[in-house]
């Protein structure tokens, strides 16, 4: 079953090349190959240069033999997408949404949306498989959000059920971060080398995504990068929405960055967030931003405050984790290099020294757009996943449209 | 190549059962499987039950087709063992040795100990390879000591060529906490149903093994786990022996409570240390542990005070990496239970209550012998793995000693 991923993997490969690959016979490699053409997955690519006998005929996924759905939930919006099998977008939409509407109204508007999408192209294939970012933390094996604080309503909420119920293909949805993280090391060629790496978001909330070995590590209870609610010294007290006190969020999150703004804006320590105090009548994380991009000293201090505050805790997860990359992304990050250039200060003072040797911290190469990317390749990482595509693809019989009861844990009922 | 490391991770399956496991077609895997009896590697261990037609043959691996030595250096001492195929240790033998004598005094001895055990088999199988673990971080993909502070003389040293070369079989060498953590995984059970887990040493040094999905996560330099030099609010300007202050290491190792136990001892806030640094000169980590264990209450609260320290920074560990399963292991966790409910206390109390869900925090289940098991199972793990193994294992020609120029990386020149 290796053989479709290893032509995904490489595209222009040859029977040669398989064979010496995978470590098959090349009976058995010309076998599967002449199969994987009969099923419409793998197409001819031209002639490689010949090594002494016949040229051997390049290979490549026929792309186009599948659709995938990628869906990204924020907090306040929401981006769906279609990709063919090479994860390469074709169509995508993006509309406002409130999460706490809950799974209903807003997986009703994830579902129309999709099937807007499947219209416009004039003959879509199969679709191959549904991947789901939501902003909290998700039972990866489930499929279901786990008491997820910012989403009333989704606690255990069937999500992979309903959406596979109404399309027939088979779901996986996973944490945010985790989403963008696997974007990120799928579609950023500086990711992918580094192999092992932290996709740390600063936005409202505080999160990471851990990557090892190119795969997404999300714990037992898929709740691993669940930064925000760690103990920082210079917390102390400070109430946390948690219910707890001393989180790093509490004092580096968007909403800590409000607070100590409107606290400027009102001591007359900053005369832009004074002004869009007045003009507003309050202040959140997006003004310090803008403040901070028009050079505002008062709100560049307090970004550059939060750096150092994750920064101090990264450092530690540096140690720990030894990662060859961390990705910052979130709406705090942007403005700016004020938190890029505390974080790195913080990390480097701090870890250990062998730790940042190969350490490069950067800003997200892809942005926002890394959480599709990132859902699409949830869909994509598992269908080709050797062990699962063997249930899917029974040699000898047309393969196409996979068997929805699949995926990594039971389907629709 | 699935094949073998399916029969020797499930003794007693069938080829039905191989056939529906690896998605091979039932052809293949008879070729595999007879090729492997060929070479002596797999043989037939009774009968199946019937499911219909003839009962099918059960196979196993036959573990005494090879060798393989486990070697596992401490700062003091070492053992090195040798184990078959399956990681049973068939002999071992512990010396006391000095790490700081350097590389060719401790390798000699290594070399001398593994030729000694050789010599007691009768007929020994070949050596199939050597696994090394040491105090210190190595490059694992090079396997050589990467500036080990308690090493020295070892900074780069090509362990695995001269280990190679001398043997003529493939060396992996990895820092002894991931050995450890490698050990509890695949020879404690609790431990490799978790999964993810992280084992934490505290002993002279603080570090930890992180284990996700059964691999061991090494990180880029191959420093993950090295926890003993974060900052923690509490070591405030305590100098480390690693030149930095504030360290965990620096108030939670064993040269803290050493030091903590003097103070004790002459301020007269301990009879039963007292007692010990006047018959000694000098007080040990052991002496506070040995005093603990007589039930001196000072001694039993600074073990309580190292394992707070030390769990105020598994909780934020634990909130990010989300383990099933913590393990404490080393010199200073095993007089009674005073750490390990002090490190209990603080995880379970600064958590992120999701992650805390399933944890379990134990004492190590194989304690010492970890490091032996580990050893031997950093060979078992790579040269089964599939990719190598077939380089190793040509199809059609008998096999049984490996190729010593495979390996994750170079062997010998």
């Known amino acids: 079953m290796a053989v479709l991923d290893a032509i995904r993997s490489r595209p222009g490969t040859t029977h040669p090349r398989l064979v010496q690959q995978l470590g098959l016979g090349r009976t058995v490699v010309s076998q599967r190959v002449a199969r994987l053409e009969a099923a419409g997955l793998v197409a001819q690519d031209g002639l490689a240069p010949s090594s002494g006998g016949r040229s051997p005929r390049r290979l490549r996924l026929r792309r186009n033999a599948g659709l995938v759905a990628g869906v990204d939930i924020g907090a306040t919006g929401m981006t769906v997408g279609l990709a063919d099998l090479s994860g390469s977008v074709l169509a995508a939409s993006r509309e406002a949404v409130d999460v706490a509407d809950g799974p209903d109204v807003v997986l009703g508007r994830v ?27 998700v039972e990866f094996a489930t499929s279901r959000p786990v008491a997820p604080p910012i989403m009333p309503g989704w606690d255990g909420y069937p999500v992979r059920e309903r959406l596979a119920g109404r399309f027939a293909a088979p779901v996986w949805v996973d944490n945010d971060v985790n989403v963008l993280a696997l974007g990120e090391v799928r579609a950023n060629p500086a990711a992918a080398e ?85 003009a507003r009548g309050g202040l959140t994380a997006a003004d310090v931003t803008a403040a901070a991009e028009r050079g505002d000293p008062a709100a560049r201090a307090l970004l550059a405050r939060a750096g150092r505050l994750v920064g101090g805790t990264l450092a530690t997860l540096v140690s720990f984790y030894n990662p060859g990359l961390v990705v910052l992304g979130g709406g705090v990050v942007h403005a700016g290099d004020q938190v890029l250039a505390a974080v790195r200060e913080s990390v480097y003072r701090r870890s250990l020294p062998l730790a940042t040797r190969m350490l490069r911290i950067e800003l997200s190469a892809l942005g926002e757009a890394a959480g599709l990317t990132g859902a699409v390749h949830l869909v994509l990482d598992s269908v080709f996943e050797a062990e699962r595509l063997a249930r899917w693809l029974p040699w000898g019989s047309p393969a196409g449209h996979p068997d929805v009861a699949c995926g990594p844990a039971p389907g629709p009922a």
Chains 1, 2 share one sequence.
């Not at 949306?113 to 004039?122: S, T």
């Not at 070995?213 to 007290?237: L, M």
């Open 194 to 278: 580094a192999g092992d790496l932290l996709y740390v978001k600063i936005g409202t909330g505080i999160g990471a995504g851990l990557v090892s070995g190119g795969r997404v590590h999300r714990g037992v209870n898929g709740c691993a990068g669940d930064i925000g609610h760690v103990a920082v010294a210079e917390a102390g007290a400070v109430s946390c929405r948690c219910g707890n006190v001393g989180c790093l969020e509490a004092v580096a999150g968007g909403a800590a960055l409000a607070r100590e703004a409107r606290r400027l804006a009102e001591r007359g320590g900053s005369p832009a967030l004074a002004e869009a105090l007045a």
């Open 111 to 137: 579902e129309r949306l999709v099937e807007d999408l499947l219209a416009r192209l004039p003959a879509p294939p199969p679709l191959w498989g549904i991947g789901v970012g939501v902003p909290g933390p």
